[in-house]
């Protein structure tokens, strides 16, 4: 969405371009099809948007934390999203959907520019990232549900990729195999917040697509997030 007072960001703008263009990721293409699921047979579904923008030279994502009277990850620091709703035609509409419902995000500001590949979560619910650019941070004004929400802040996209001392790893253990939980520590208006589990390992991933690099650090996720099948939409 074009403005008369903010300039895209040549960073940002290269991205773009080579998201568009590589095949590393699953590629939008104008075919309707990329993007939709089988609704009706594949309820446990879900999409993440992460929306990135950039400020001071780096390039930012944007995180909630959860409302902590939600049944569910109450408290939690995690993308902008959620479960996929009947008339949501593809996971690009639920990401935006949810995003606007959560934090006031106007889809119309936001360019989606690819959809990574899907994780699979240990209740076996398929979460599929969606990545857009937020080209004009200024015309977005948050308006945290508060039902759903409790804040919205801002984070460095490198910092997931950085050994520092603000991180740190929990060994797991499931179906007989061993893995680690990335936690990383954040601190923004007074407030220390804690970027774990899933949502770190997708920004994990997406930092290392967009950087080009893997993380300074030795990770070991869980083999279930990536767990694929024939049906997923994501090729």
Known sequence: MESNNFTRSPKLLDLSKRFRQSKSVS???DDPSIGQSKRSTRPNRAAVLICLFEERDDIYVILTQRS??????????????????????DDIRTALRE???EIGLDPALVDVVTVLEPFVTKKNVTV???MGILWDKQAFN????????????????????KDENNRR???????GDKYWLQYFYYET???????????????????????RRPPDFQDMPPKFWHKTTASSNVP
């Open 68 to 89: 902590s009277k939600l049944s569910s990850h109450s408290g939690e620091v995690s993308l902008p999203g959620g479960r996929t709703d009947e008339e949501d035609t």
């Open 189 to 211: 208006n007074n407030r220390v917040y804690v970027i774990w589990a899933l949502t770190a390992g997708i920004l994990i991933a997406a930092a290392s697509l967009i950087f």
């Open 142 to 161: 948050p308006l945290p549900n508060v039902g759903e929400v409790e804040s919205i802040f801002y984070a460095p996209l490198e910092m997931f990729l």
């Open 27 to 29: 590629p939008l293409l």
């Open 99 to 101: 995003a606007e419902e």
């Open 128 to 130: 599929v990232p969606v």
């Open 169 to 175: 790893h929990e060994e797991r253990e499931h179906g």
